[in-house]
């Protein structure tokens, strides 16, 4: 095969920048020569309290979300922003050169009563909204380069497929829009993206929202609101079934519609009572088949598991165990004691196999 000079000079330019990339197997790294980002939600706390826990972060991530510090019941619970948890996180990772994802702004949870109060009022609902996301995304401009501007406004139980939150309520059903306008203003360097769940099942909830997120999409894109991405969060379940050809194509409608494709959740939930190896088999099995439906996509560029290892986990939190049978969970891609487990390989393996795009 005889290659052009401008082939040529594509390919060495290639080899050049994946020669400059970690050749390490850590998640970051693998994600990174494969033209991907790859990251986990991260805890402040257990970032500062744990050196092993804030160690792994720092190895396997190149992103990081604040599970919990950004919402805005923590930055604002008391009309006066305090960022100072999320500034414990840049502080942390970013000298390592891990970024920071922003979620979220505007959440039907999470939210200080005050302004579950104001954003469901018709005379303080638009402007509440707008000041807080002005507010939030001009404090961290430069720092953030990708938010959650709009989480989990979908409700598949609805005729419109829109979830009555206090800002649907309060603004209307065009509190999307606003919010994504707000955003672009704010910080126009910023990826604006709106996250959601529920949408990997075969039932036909699944089936709603899967059609009801192309519908709002659509409609934002008909209206040029500045939404560049879209969060699929991917809480998995072994309990759900999970057609791997449909979700592709699924997928590839979603991004069809000139957005691109973020993993933004990832975890895989399970209540079986088998050995905890083959429940570990089997969750990697459903991480990899889900992987692999997504990263065929051309546009899907970035993996953040919701947690990096199965001591810090939501749904090992609180004493309320999500198991039936009270052990718990083993949903993410290294186990309570550090050690990676096959769910780490399959993210490995699905980054690998995937199409290439550029690095
Ligand atoms: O900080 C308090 C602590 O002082 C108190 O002792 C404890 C007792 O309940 O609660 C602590 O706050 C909890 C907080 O997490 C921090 O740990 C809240 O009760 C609890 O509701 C909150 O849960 C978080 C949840 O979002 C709601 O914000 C989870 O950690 C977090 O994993 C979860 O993440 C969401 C995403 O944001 C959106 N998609 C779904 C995902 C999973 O539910």
């Given at each position: 095969m005889t290659l052009s000079r401008q082939q040529f000079l594509g390919l060495s330019a290639a080899a050049t920048a994946a020669a400059a990339l970690p050749l390490d197997d850590s998640l970051r790294g693998v994600a990174a020569r494969h033209g991907f980002m790859f990251g986990a939600a991260v805890r402040s706390g257990a970032l500062i309290a744990d050196p092993r826990y804030r160690a792994l972060v720092l190895r396997e991530c190149g992103l990081a979300t604040p599970e919990g510090e950004l919402k805005w019941n923590a930055v604002d619970a008391d009309r006066g922003y305090d960022f100072h948890r999320a500034e414990a996180i840049q502080t942390m990772l970013a000298p390592s050169g891990v970024r920071l994802r922003g979620h979220t702004l505007v959440w039907h949870n999470a939210l200080p009563r005050w302004a579950e109060l104001a954003l469901a009022t018709s005379e303080t609902g638009r402007q509440t909204l707008a000041d807080h996301i002005q507010a939030v995304m001009a404090a961290w401009r430069g720092r953030i380069d990708s938010w959650d501007v709009v989480n989990e406004a979908l409700d598949p139980?609805?005729?419109d497929g829109m979830r009555r939150s206090p800002a649907f309520r309060g603004v209307g059903p065009d509190y999307i829009e606003l919010a994504f306008r707000t955003a672009r203003a704010?910080?126009?360097m910023a990826e604006l993206v709106y996250n959601d769940y529920g949408l990997e099942g075969t039932d036909t909830r699944s089936d709603a929202k899967?059609?009801?997120l192309l519908r709002l999409i659509e409609q934002l894109k008909m209206r040029d609101t500045p939404v560049d991405a879209v969060g699929l969060q991917a809480h998995l379940s072994l309990e759900q079934a999970f057609d791997q050809r449909s979700y592709a194509a699924f997928v590839r409608?979603?991004?069809g519609l000139g957005v691109d494709i973020h993993v933004t959740e990832l975890d895989v939930a399970d209540h079986s009572t088998e050995?905890?190896?083959v429940r570990d088999r089997r969750i990697a099995d459903r991480t990899e088949r889900f992987l692999d439906a997504v990263l065929d996509t051309p546009r899907a560029r970035s993996i953040v598991t919701w947690g990096l290892t199965d001591l810090y986990s939501w749904l090992n939190d609180w004493g309320r165990y999500?198991?039936?049978d009270l052990t718990p969970?083993?949903?993410?891609?290294f186990d309570a004691s550090y050690r990676p487990k096959p769910m780490a390989d399959a993210i490995?393996?699905?980054?690998?196999g995937a199409p290439a795009r550029a690095v």
């Open positions: 139980g609805e005729a704010a910080a126009p899967r059609r009801a409608e979603l991004s050995a905890v190896s999500y198991r039936r969970a083993r949903a993410l891609p490995r393996r699905a980054m690998r």
